[in-house]
T-cell receptor, first 115, second 111 residues
Framework: EPEVTQTPSHQVTQMGQEVILRCVPI?????FYWYRQILGQKVEFLVS????????KSEIFDDQFSVERPDGSNFTLKIRSTKLEDSAMYFC?????????????FGQGTRLTVV | SQKIEQNSEALNIQEGKTATLTCNYT??????LQWYRQDPGRGPVFLLL?????KEKRKERLKVTFDTTLKQSLFHITASQPADSATYLC??????????FGKGTRLHILP
């Protein structure tokens, strides 16, 4: 069964450093998302990406964040200068778009720890 | 702002009984309401979707109802099993390109 894959599974970085989280969405999907989940809290929307551009972003997704689809398969989230409060599980998701924003398939996440 | 409330942080149900989880929302008119399952340390897994013009949807032991007047959805698991123990997330989506999640209800099925 097709799945969304994320790498690395765990990333430890020093405050102020840049990190890139990588995702390979399901191949025929059209919609791509990044979410984060701080420990014990809800899954929070960061950004959605469709037709090679950002279609929606939340207040969390400020100038420190960027997304890219550098080739036909990868989808990346970059955090330019990490802060302690960026520590969270980051989930990539993709959707077929058959029903617009529905049935998102999530990866297993990257646990980001900023020290 | 949009708000999704899921009742009870944790719900304990005896094996074999029906588990009923509630999702209420405010300040939103979703086109779709979805339910996901999340196990510890894992990503959410899609379970069911119901559209704004549908009242009920079933899939195997799962049933979802959607009342747009009450702004509420009920999620039922019949003949519950210990393997059903997880956190269940309610999620809303509309005509913008995002899905918004509630905090979830932790369900424990007791053997």
């Amino acid at each position: 069964e097709p799945e969304v894959t994320q790498t690395p599974s765990h990333q430890v970085t020093q405050m102020g450093q840049e990190v890139i989280l990588r995702c390979v969405p399901i191949s025929n999907h059209l919609y791509f998302y990044w979410y984060r989940q701080i420990l014990g809290q809800k899954v929070e929307f960061l950004v959605s990406f469709y037709n090679n551009e950002i279609s929606e972003k939340s207040e969390i997704f400020d100038d420190q964040f960027s997304v890219e689809r550098p080739d036909g398969s990868n989808f990346t989230l970059k955090i330019r200068s990490t802060k302690l409060e960026d520590s969270a599980m980051y989930f990539c998701a993709s959707g077929s778009g058959e029903y617009l924003n529905t049935e998102a398939f999530f990866g297993q996440g990257t646990r980001l720890t900023v020290v | 702002s949009q708000k999704i409330e899921q009742n009870s942080e944790a719900l304990n149900i005896q094996e074999g009984k029906t588990a009923t989880l509630t999702c209420n929302y405010t300040n939103y008119s979703p086109a779709y309401l979805q339910w996901y399952r999340q196990d510890p340390g894992r990503g959410p897994v899609f379970l069911l979707l119901i559209r704004e013009n549908e009242k009920e949807k079933r899939k195997e032991r799962l049933k979802v109802t959607f009342d747009t007047t009450l702004k509420q959805s009920l999620f039922h698991i019949t003949a519950s099993q210990p393997a059903d123990s997880a956190t269940y997330l309610c999620a809303l989506s509309g005509r913008d390109d995002k899905i918004i999640f509630g905090k979830g209800t932790r369900l424990h099925i007791l053997p």
